[in-house]
T-cell receptor, first 114, second 113 residues
Framework: NAGVTQTPKFQVLKTGQSMTLQCAQD?????MSWYRQDPGMGLRLIHY???????DQGEVPNGYNVSRSTTEDFPLRLLSAAPSQTSVYFC?????????????FGEGSRLTVL | SQKIEQNSEALNIQEGKTATLTCNYT??????LQWYRQDPGRGPVFLLL?????KEKRKERLKVTFDTTLKQSLFHITASQPADSATYLC????????????FGIGTKLQVIP
């Protein structure tokens, strides 16, 4: 049972480069989201999706793009990387029904932008 | 403005004692509050959820209380063990709908043998 899988685990980019962080879940969850975690700031919501074809912005969406073409996948795109985007990124999913709110997290992707 | 506060200082306790972690919030009216555990280099793992109409929830050695008047949740680990050492995050829902959850910065717990 894989749960939420994120790739890559580590990535180093130069300023201005673009890349995509991949996230896949095998639990048939409707809700998926991306967070970034920085020291002293906790987890902050970047974008989220409540189902295929539906996405919305979170607290810190600037510089990031998402799409949801399937229930399983929710990639996060950095359009033009900046040093301020150096962070640990977590993808999370949740069952939409029942509103229990339990989030299942991936293991994280550590991104460094030089 | 909306704020979630957890003790940013690490909490050190002796093995076997009860650890109590605090989560305070302002300008929220959450439908429910959650606690997560995070180990270094890992993603958070869900522990407990408590709803606004519940005062207390238990799971094995864990207990969570939720006081909507004080705007506070307490997280207790009884008979603590070194394996309980981790960072504990509180999180609350403020959207009432699609599970947009806001997290506190977490409290690092160190259980000393």
């Amino acid at each position: 049972n894989a749960g939420v899988t994120q790739t890559p685990k580590f990535q180093v980019l130069k300023t201005g480069q673009s890349m995509t962080l991949q996230c896949a879940q095998d639990m048939n969850h409707e809700y998926m989201s991306w967070y970034r975690q920085d020291p002293g700031m906790g987890l902050r919501l970047i974008h989220y999706s409540v189902g295929a074809g539906i996405t919305d912005q979170g607290e810190v969406p600037n510089g990031y793009n998402v799409s949801r073409s399937t229930t399983e996948d929710f990639p996060l795109r950095l359009l033009s990387a900046a040093p301020s985007q150096t962070s640990v990124y977590f993808c999370a999913s949740s069952s939409e029904t029942g509103y229990t709110g339990e989030l299942f997290f991936g293991e994280g992707s550590r991104l460094t932008v030089l | 403005s909306q704020k979630i506060e957890q003790n940013s200082e690490a909490l050190n306790i002796q093995e076997g004692k009860t650890a109590t972690l605090t989560c305070n919030y302002t300008n929220y009216s959450p439908a429910y509050l959650q606690w997560y555990r995070q180990d270094p280099g890992r993603g958070p793992v869900f522990l407990l959820l408590i709803r606004e109409n519940e005062k207390e929830k238990r799971k094995e050695r864990l207990k969570v209380t939720f006081d909507t008047t004080l705007k506070q949740s307490l997280f207790h680990i009884t008979a603590s063990q070194p394996a309980d050492s981790a960072t504990y995050l509180c999180a609350l829902d403020h959207s009432g709908g699609y599970q947009k959850v806001t997290f506190g910065i977490g409290t690092k717990l160190q259980v000393i043998p």
